[in-house]
């Protein structure tokens, strides 16, 4: 479980997330909001890529691994040393890279793209290698930023179908701007607006809010109510 | 195992170090088949490649940290437990251990052909060339990590260069801080304690301070963070070099006394280091023949002197008539002995009669042909001319009916 409270953060003086509070349980918990709601500004709070000016996160022992929404790894390099590398980054004992890279390949149907050069990879590909770095280290959270953004419809499913899987095994948080990716892969949901979670429930619950239904899904009516509030 | 080591794969690493082993070959080649190797020399080479190699490993690291440290990789996350210092040891070894080991690959022929050389090796310099290496691998590195944008390799290489450049052309005040001299020591001098003590100690403040700073950039994601790291971590090394332009150390002292071997043959005595005793009789050989060609012994010659025995101020009355010679490694010797007994330097270029004369002889006493004014006349006509003129042919002083044609009409 990993527990966020009042949580306040921002760039110069500008003030993105106004005391967020939250808790999240293993699964996979989608993190909804229009564009600067404050959704990457949380994620980077949380991985440790920015301070927060107040509050507190408790995880633990809990180790993250962390997949943002723009990220590269070098052209020239293989893949499979790229996500060697990144193991060994994020702790992993050097004579155990390998082996948890080949595993995390596995994990995203890469396998044969081991030894291919990271520049020879598709969008969808490239999008599972990044998923692998951040597993490879075997991290108790999984922290994606916009995972399925700039992913053709084959690529998306396939991505959603991958981040489920990884969801039974593990507190996953994916941050999206995509309703069917929540209603896809989300056990949990929760929304984010004004640098305030106004939402925190499950995918049915947020399903049940009231809206129009005769032009929307039942997910998008019951978003679009609560951001109208 | 391998992968973490060399993440951006084998290439990445053997190509500059093969590229460091050929430039290092390719200037260091003709010494392998020089006959008396010196050490000073040699050592002193473990600083002075440094030329094309410090350029290829210091550029080289800094595009390999743009490549590591760009902070858009997926594996940038300040907190990851091995992103900093660990990330930048582990490459810094990487590359260090492959640009200073096939540097070192690279010099060892030339040390294998020294082997039984003249003199003794000098450890200290061996060592500040090495660290000169070291320093500039971790430098270029360093400067990648604060700026991982490519720009930075060629300025990099553009300053190794301006290094060069500025060690050629202020030669002892930056001898301190540029790692390649523009003069090599010889035979009787050395490299002077305080300069090389400043060397290894600048060369390995500069190694810690570029990887602390490229630790801390490699865990930044504001500039201005890095920026203001570069400036701590640089102001000590930035401070000891201004020390070293401000009071600079000598750069080569004088041996102690040497001793010499000498000996003696038509009135001249010859000297040469002690360690070049072997070349003695070469040296003798060498002069005699122009003392032959000359016919008696020149009056303003009455000692040869291996240059290697003059660093240390010499007795004015010791040095009377001395004229020194350059015993080569390369097995040459070189002298002004048939300049001076020609009497060149007296008329100064030579523009009258009798300067103009001073060239044939010393061409004559060269290549034993008379050409010139004195074509025509033998060998022996030569040299009692030059028995009888020799003090106006020095002092500059010959009249035209003294010139060898109006003598032998």
């Known amino acids: 479980m990993l527990k966020i409270e009042g949580i306040v953060a921002g760039y110069g003086r500008r003030k993105v997330l106004r005391g967020v509070d939250w808790v999240l349980r293993p699964g996979v918990t989608g993190l909804l909001g229009p564009n600067g709601a404050g959704k990457t500004t949380l994620l980077s709070v949380l991985v440790g890529l920015l301070r927060p000016r107040a509050g507190s996160i408790a995880v633990g022992d809990a180790r993250f691994g962390f997949v943002p929404q723009r990220f590269s790894m070098a052209g020239g390099m293989r893949l499979l040393d790229a996500i060697s590398y990144t193991a060994w980054i994020n702790g992993t004992a050097r004579h155990d890279c390998e082996a948890a890279a080949r595993r995390a390949l596995a994990a995203v149907d890469l396998t044969d793209k081991a030894g291919e050069r990271v520049k020879t990879l598709s969008g969808g590909q490239r999008q599972r290698a990044g998923i692998a770095a951040g597993l490879a280290h075997e991290p108790d959270v999984l922290v994606l930023d916009e995972p399925t953004v700039g992913l053709d419809a084959g690529q998306r499913w396939r991505v959603r179908d991958l981040i489920a899987s990884i969801g039974r095994t593990r507190l996953v948080i994916v941050s999206t701007h995509l309703l069917e990716d929540v209603s896809h892969m989300c056990d949990r949901v929760g929304v984010l607006t004004g640098g305030r979670l106004v939402f925190d429930g499950t995918v049915a619950e947020l399903e049940a809010s009231d809206g129009p239904r005769e032009r929307r899904s039942p997910i998008e009516a019951g978003y679009e109510r609560l951001l109208e509030e | ?409």
């Open chain 2, 1 to 409: 195992m391998r992968r973490t080591w060399w993440p951006l794969g084998p290439a990445s690493v053997v190509v500059p170090a093969g590229a460091i082993v050929v430039a290092v070959l390719a200037m260091t080649w003709r010494m392998l088949s020089w006959p008396y190797p010196l050490w000073v020399q040699t050592s002193a080479q473990f600083h002075q490649q440094f030329t094309w190699a410090g350029m290829i490993a210091a550029s080289w690291a800094c595009w390999y940290a743009t490549v590591m440290h760009a902070k858009n990789r997926i594996w940038f996350r300040p907190n990851a437990p091995r992103l900093g210092a660990p990330a930048v040891v582990l490459h810094l070894t990487t590359l260090v251990g492959w640009f200073v080991g096939t540097y070192l690959v690279a010099l060892l022929p030339l040390t294998l052909a020294t082997l039984g050389g003249i003199g003794a090796p000098d450890p200290l310099a061996m060592l500040s060339g090495v660290l000169a290496m070291v320093a500039a691998t971790a430098l270029g590195y360093a400067l990648g990590a604060v700026v991982p944008s490519v720009v930075m390799v060629p300025l990099v290489a553009i300053g190794c260069y301006a290094l060069l450049v500025g060690g050629s052309a202020a030669a002892e005040e930056l001898a301190a801080v540029a790692p390649v001299f523009d003069l090599e020591p010889e035979l009787g001098q050395r490299e002077s304690l305080p300069l090389l003590v400043f060397r290894i100690a600048l060369f390995v403040i500069v190694t810690v301070a570029a990887v602390v700073l490229a630790g801390r950039a490699a865990t930044r994601n504001q500039s201005w963070r890095a920026a203001v790291d570069a400036a701590a971590c640089l102001a000590l090394p930035a401070a000891l070099v201004t020390v070293a332009l401000i009071r600079p150390p000598a750069v080569f002292v004088a041996d102690g006394q040497p001793a010499a071997s000498c000996t003696e043959k038509r009135g001249i005595r010859y000297c040469v280091h002690v360690e070049n005793r072997a070349r003695l009789g070469e040296l003798v050989r060498s002069i005699d023949t122009v003392i032959a060609r000359f016919g008696t012994k020149p009056e303003n010659i009455d000692q040869v002197w291996d240059q290697s025995l003059t660093f240390r101020p010499i007795d004015v009355e010791r040095a009377r008539g001395v004229e020194l010679a350059w015993l080569e490694p390369d097995g040459t010797i070189e002298s002004a002995v048939a300049v001076m007994a020609a009497g060149v330097y007296s008329c100064k270029g030579g523009t009258k009669p009798a300067g103009l004369i001073t060239l044939d002889i010393d061409n004559y006493l060269t290549t034993g042909v008379p050409a010139g004014t004195l074509e025509g006349m033998s060998v022996s006509e030569v040299q009692r001319w030059l028995a009888r003129f020799q003090d106006q042919l020095h002092s500059c002083t010959l009249t035209p009916n003294q010139l060898p044609r109006a003598e032998t009409r």
